[in-house]
């Protein structure tokens, strides 16, 4: 039995991680400051670690080096982050104080106490850039918002801790994720938790541009399956999780309907240049936000090659897309209910 340390553990993927592991026999110990992570995501039908989870923030340097001390890790997921793209470019400070100094305090305890190695979450956004596709791990030209530039930075930082200490890391470049737990709350959700939660609302979805963007998604499970193999790394890698394969906004806006039986209400279509209407300060003068990068954005076409996840760790996806979106519309479904929504 291991014992593991994750980070960002009441978040979506962080807290089905850890019940993995648990149910592996694993030994995990959960840490978050919950500013993104729910205790709903903590509770499983034969697992709740509501009470076992540290409510503490990863740049606590006293006291993630006393749980250092105490726990004597043999592995970390390092998954902490402010992860919505509008809440890290409306506030870069915090971002790469979260992103790039927490993920350093991480490292370092890494390397004061010895552990085996780490896997680091990172994203598919640092190819925002990218011209050529599918997108492979040794070609990235440099991201420009400020969330995916904080994942690269801190990339940077654990390839020179492996080059200066050879600790063993992994950064796993996600695409987009989905799954039971996605945030269907929050101000800005991801695309297929904001679907399901304005159907259920009654209201039409607003899709930006004409739907047509294609995408690059991957479940929840498949990639937690990817994130335990590669453990067996003994060097640094960069390894994308994907499918290496696309679906258009419109066709999973058309699924979901389907699993909510609302094929009735149709998608509205809005400009691009507003796709972050929400945080209206980004569009203030003296320097709003360029309309270029925003069109750049809900226009851009990912898809990951996965080819490098299958040669090394002999690991593919299993889950169909229909298949993760029933799933996600199920447990979403509840989740809107118990916030008064849908009910």
Aim: glycine content about 4%; some cysteine.
């Amino acid at each position: 039995m291991s014992k593991i340390l994750i980070t960002g553990a009441a978040g979506f993927i962080g807290s089905q991680l850890a019940y993995r592991l648990w149910k592996d026999g694993e030994s995990v110990v959960l840490v978050d400051n919950f500013s993104y992570g729910s205790e709903d995501n903590l509770i499983f039908d034969e697992h709740d670690f509501r009470e076992e989870i540290h409510h503490k923030d990863i740049r606590d340097l006293d006291f993630m080096d006393s749980l250092f001390e105490k726990e004597k890790f043999d592995y970390v997921y390092h998954i902490a982050g402010i992860t919505p793209l509008p809440d890290c470019q409306n506030h870069p400070v915090d971002a790469v104080d979260v992103n790039v100094r927490g993920t350093v305090i991480i490292l370092d305890l890494i390397r004061k106490y010895g552990v085996k190695k780490m896997v680091f979450a990172s994203t598919s956004a640092v190819y925002e850039n990218n011209k050529d596709f599918p997108s492979v791990e040794t070609h990235v030209e440099k991201p420009s918002l400020f969330y995916p530039s904080t994942k690269y930075t801190a990339e940077q930082y654990c390839k020179a801790y492996w080059d200066a200490y050879h600790i063993p890391i992994v950064c796993l470049r996600f695409a987009n994720v989905f799954g039971p737990h996605i945030d269907c709350l929050r101000t800005q959700p991801p695309v297929m938790g904001y679907i399901i939660r304005e159907f259920m609302k009654g209201n039409a979805p607003v899709l930006h541009s004409d739907g047509e963007q294609k995408r690059d998604f991957i479940f929840v499970d498949d990639l937690i399956d990817l994130a335990i193999l590669v453990l067996q790394s003994e060097e640094y890698d960069t390894v994308n999780v994907s499918t290496q394969t696309t679906v258009t906004i419109n066709e999973i806006t058309r699924i979901i309907a389907e699993k909510l039986g609302t094929t009735d209400i149709k998608p509205e279509y809005a400009e691009t240049s507003h796709y972050w209407y929400r945080y209206p300060e980004l569009y203030a003068k003296p320097y709003p936000i360029s309309s270029q990068l925003m069109e750049n954005e809900v226009l851009k076409y990912t898809c990951l090659s996965n080819e490098h996840a299958k040669e090394k760790y002999g690991w593919s996806p299993k889950t169909s897309l229909e298949e993760g979106i029933a799933k996600t519309v199920e447990f979403s479904a509840e989740v809107l209910k118990k916030a008064g929504i849908g009910v």
